[in-house]
């Protein structure tokens, strides 16, 4: 049984930085990715991290945002820097057996962490 347990979320002004955890257990070698949601949104993929390390981002958080993993502390990170008021969203981590399965939704997901900024 895959659990992902998100934290590190809050309110910061803009320009501000926040850096998101999952802690993970019950898998092995799965893709990871971070998901949020603002509200009256759909869903959106905003960085994932593959099996072999290779990273991805959504454009609009390109060059902000840094998305990473501890394998020994089984934890994946959500580096965010730069933030802007549309970042306000719930975050979640999500994993998958591929990057392909990801995008088609089939996760594992966690509870979300909320991120707030404000202008």
């Known amino acids: 049984q895959v659990q992902l347990v998100e934290s590190g979320g809050g309110s910061v002004q803009s320009g501000g930085s926040l850096r998101l955890s999952c802690a993970a257990s019950g898998y092995s070698r799965y893709c990871m990715g971070w998901f949020r949601q603002a509200t009256g949104k759909e869903r959106e993929g905003v960085a994932f991290i593959e099996t072999d390390g290779s990273t991805s981002y959504v454009e609009s958080v390109k060059g902000r945002f840094t998305i990473s993993q501890d394998n020994a502390k089984d934890t994946l990170y959500l580096q965010m820097n730069s933030l802007k008021p549309e970042d306000t969203a719930m975050y979640y981590c999500?994993?998958?057996?591929?990057?392909?399965?990801?995008?088609?939704?089939?996760?594992?997901w966690g509870q979300g962490t909320q991120v707030t900024v404000s202008s």
């Open positions: 999500a994993a998958a057996r591929s990057l392909f399965a990801m995008l088609r939704g089939q996760n594992y």
